[in-house]
Antibody, heavy 118, light 107 residues
Framework: EVQILESGGGLVQPGGSLRLSCAASGFTFTNYAMSWVRQAPGKGLDWVSTVFSGGNTNHADSVRGRFTISRDDSQNMLYLQMSSLRAEDTGVYYC????????????WGQGTLVTVSS | EIVLTQSPGTLSLSPGERATLSCRASLSISSSLAWYQQKPGQAPRLLIYDASSRATGIPARFSGSGSGTDFTLTISSLEPEDFAVYYCQQRSNWPLTFGGGTRVESK
């Protein structure tokens, strides 16, 4: 059974940093691209970052230079290092497994809430 | 960036009725479109990928069609558990983008 569990969310001040983690199990983690997708309160879904099998990455323009996605295939872990956080980064951050090289996303975690506020 | 426009914003229907949801892409995306269902407080669930293929475990009342720029998600006969928000998503070009969503509510 595929399981995905995010952690690391919380309240952070504008300009601060936070690191999200995602623990995955039930599939051969190294074979799949993994992504972060966020959802601002009461809003729609917004793709943030993807790390491909092999380690190459891609980020949305809105977070490029501030967020870094990475993976540890030995631990079946996905990470999102977030810095220079802004109020507009507030939302639930989902870790999602891709069916193939990028998307669609066939398994999602329950999300972790990030609140950027003073 | 490819913009996905979903319509209508809200669909008010009764159980047993047919739901037809639209997603229009700003550029041709071939068949690189997926549909998700999201209920309050839950993560999205993949329903349809590659425009018309049902994901594992998805009931046959859900079907997808279209290619190029115009896509449709059809729920043939609404069940009580189908009232939710539905999103389309394209993977033809980076950045990956989602539509703004269609809420299907009970009339």
């Amino acid at each position: 059974e595929v399981q995905i569990l995010e952690s690391g969310g919380g309240l952070v001040q504008p300009g601060g940093s936070l690191r999200l983690s995602c623990a995955a199990s039930g599939f051969t983690f190294t074979n799949y691209a993994m992504s972060w997708v966020r959802q601002a309160p009461g809003k729609g879904l917004d793709w943030v970052s993807t790390v491909f099998s092999g380690g190459n990455t891609n980020h949305a323009d809105s977070v490029r230079g501030r967020f870094t996605i990475s993976r540890d295939d030995s631990q079946n872990m996905l990470y999102l290092q977030m810095s220079s956080l802004r109020a507009e980064d507030t939302g639930v951050y989902y870790c999602a497994k891709a069916t193939s090289n990028s998307s669609p996303f066939d398994y999602w975690g329950q999300g972790t809430l990030v609140t950027v506020s003073s | 960036e490819i913009v996905l426009t979903q319509s209508p914003g809200t669909l008010s229907l009764s159980p047993g009725e047919r739901a037809t949801l639209s997603c229009r892409a700003s550029l041709s995306i071939s068949s690189s479109l997926a549909w998700y269902q999201q209920k309050p407080g839950q993560a999205p669930r993949l329903l349809i990928y590659d425009a018309s293929s049902r994901a594992t475990g998805i009931p046959a009342r859900f079907s997808g069609s279209g290619s190029g720029t115009d896509f449709t998600l059809t729920i043939s006969s609404l069940e009580p558990e189908d009232f939710a928000v539905y999103y389309c998503q394209q993977r033809s070009n980076w950045p990956l983008t989602f539509g703004g969503g269609t809420r299907v509510e009970s009339k």
